[in-house]
């Protein structure tokens, strides 16, 4: 016969009780349930609307700003985001040009077109240039964007929290990299590859961030492929039971096993 300790179990974090065959588990983290895939069919091209041309794939599973738009265009998504990681690859499919693609993150109303014509709205942009241009240079950076965005050629707008630059810090032609966006209340995390960019605290900038669309971003930059986005949420569970109900649900385990027993020693 099994011991009682084998067959009524509690360990931290996770609750777990067998009764014969029969096993329960409470997990503490939402998050165990795995990434969700985006479907890039729901979102949709906001800006300047010539200024970009975005062509999803039938699955929805990627897409690709195919023109020299000259600026900047955006490919927003439908809802707002906090406490989340985002992840997806991105490459620049050509041999052509040497600009910017990147992502937005943490957008507040307005959007559409007023992104760059007349709005007032405010988000956070990650961007990645090729190589140096003028007073623009070759690699990354993540700054806060307040007003209307005023195109790449005028970042006066632009609050540099971060960033990356020099030689051989642009991206490679014709070369994918992994990202991940982990973008929430307290922080922000931006991975390439497995290897951390940039991390930043609210607290540098006085506040928590504030839930926001995010947005798929290129500027002055042809055949840029977006692929296999998902998002995680990084939000502990409330269904958790507290520790009182835990050993409730101890309690009832080492009830049942007490009738498994008994009726062992009667059928014996």
Not at 74 to 98: A, E, H, L, M, Y
Not at 151 to 161: T, W
Request: net charge negative; with cysteine; proline share 3%.
């Amino acid at each position: 016969m099994r011991p009682v300790q084998d067959l009524c179990k509690i360990t931290l974090g996770v609750a777990v009780i067998t009764l014969g065959t029969l096993t329960y588990h409470s997990s503490a983290y939402a998050g165990s349930l795995g990434p969700k895939a985006i479907d890039l069919r729901e979102w949709t091209q906001q800006g300047i609307l010539e200024k970009g041309n975005w062509v999803v794939s039938d699955d929805g599973t990627s897409v690709v700003q195919d023109i020299h738009e000259g600026s900047g265009t955006f490919f927003v998504s439908p809802d707002k985001f906090i406490n989340t990681i985002i992840r997806g690859k991105f490459k620049v499919d050509t041999k052509q040009d040497d600009d910017w693609m990147g992502l937005m993150f943490g957008l507040e109303s307005p959007t559409g077109d007023n992104i760059e014509a007349t709005g007032e709205s405010s988000f956070f942009l990650f961007d990645w240039k090729q190589a140096d241009q003028g007073s623009h240079k070759e690699g990354l950076s993540l700054a806060k964007v307040s007003g209307k965005y005023g195109a790449y050629a005028n970042r006066s707008r632009f609050d540099v929290l971060r960033s990356d630059f020099g030689q051989d810090k642009g991206w490679q032609d014709l070369t994918e990299y992994e990202f991940a966006l982990l973008y929430e209340e307290e922080g922000i995390k931006i991975d390439i590859d497995g290897q951390t960019i940039f991390e930043i605290d609210a607290e540098e900038l006085g506040r928590n961030f504030d839930p926001g669309h995010v947005a798929l971003y290129t500027a002055s930059q042809k055949d840029v492929k977006f692929s296999d986005l998902s998002y995680e949420s990084t939000a502990a569970s409330t269904s958790v039971p507290e520790p009182s109900s835990a050993i409730g649900l101890l309690g009832i385990g080492a009830a049942g096993v007490g009738s498994l027993l008994k009726g062992k020693k009667r059928s014996q």
